[in-house]
């Protein structure tokens, strides 16, 4: 397919995207179904023209005068793959797949510079967010909420029960994998322009011996913050599938305990087959039952609370939860967070350190959240940033990355990752 048939089928699955919000991988594999002539590269270029869309949604709509599909693909077309508007037009002229040529009036809007748009738009975030996004990063709100309209790179985390930094960047070197930048242990393959393909590295021998594992620098970093040590005995009270437990597990060692729980059983179901992959072997999964974890209480070094949020952390890799977030599901995350906080601290021992984390950038989910535990639970003490980085990494914080709080927190524009919070809280009694 050349680019007008491309840039048409991704107006047609934007369109099944808007109207029947249907999730945007899910849109992306019917169309592919539907029309099994389109090839990989072709089915890689449309969904990157559909996220790139989506990604900087308000801007280009405030560019085009609306948000139509047709118009936030037509702005992805010149804005972010640097088409001149007026070829582009032409060349829909003699394609039969390409979609109708552009009018004089989208020509002229999409040959202007960008006009005055309100900041919300200029950040491409949600304007009932704006002012949380503000109080978070204050006068460089904006530029933060941009870093979050780009497109993500692809990284590894080295599982150092298997396999070393050297050996794995040796293995995938067809890809030019980098180090990552904090991450100690992390790989990464930056994010190409326009219809560039994401390496399939889930494929590679080395994934499959469980050298590493697809993991964004940002959740390695936290997970370092944890500061596991081997020997220690660890709670990780929201498991999910068990990217931070096989963080951990690698961190001690294997030696030590990990107690790996999550109250959905779906979610933690693909986690035994990681852990035998990662050769984990100081991991008890602990399933969602009545009494699962009752003889942990008052007895873990470390409890880790990878939260339920709201993903805000996540935007670039799902550009399409960032126009769905309602504030109702946000009051819902708060619940939940507060709640499963709650519960966390009733298995630290006297001196055991509480993590919490999330994928989220927004204080409410944040430093707030941790505010009002900290409230009722006047025996609990943080760990400020700038000494849990230190513990963890042996050095100095960079600057910037410090809440109010004296939590860490990360995003694309400071760090190059997925937006991430964490704080480490100490039991004192
Ligand atoms: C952010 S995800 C965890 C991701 C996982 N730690 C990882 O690194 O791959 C949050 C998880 O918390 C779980 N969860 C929500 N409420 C919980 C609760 N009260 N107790 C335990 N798990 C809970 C959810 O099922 C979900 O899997």
Redesign the pocket.
Known sequence: MRLPGRLSAAIDVLTEVETRRRPVSEALKSWGQANRFAGAGDRAAIGNLVYDALRRRASHAALMGDDSPRSLVLAVAVRDWGENPKALSQSFAGDAHAPEPLTEAEIARLSAPAPEMPAHAAADVPEWLAQSLERAFGDSWVDEGRGFAGRPSLDLRVNTLKSSRERVLKSLARFNPQPTAVAPLGVTMPAGARDARTPNVTTDEGYLKGWFEV?DQG?QIV?TLANARPGDQVL??????????L?LAAAMDNRGQIFA????RA??APIYDRLKRNGARNVQVRA?ESGALDDLAGKMDRV?V????T?TGTWRRRPDIKWKLTPELLAQRLA?QS??LN?ATGFLKPGGHLVY???SILPQENDDQVQALLATHTNLAVVPAVEAWQAAFGTTIPSGLATELGGVALTPHRTNTDGFYCIVLRRLA
């Open positions: 993991q959740s997970a990780d009270l929201c498991a999910g599938a068990g990217g931070k437990t963080a729980f999550d109250s959905d979610r933690l969602p880790v990878d939260a339920p949020c993903g939940d709640a499963v519960q984390i999330t994928c």
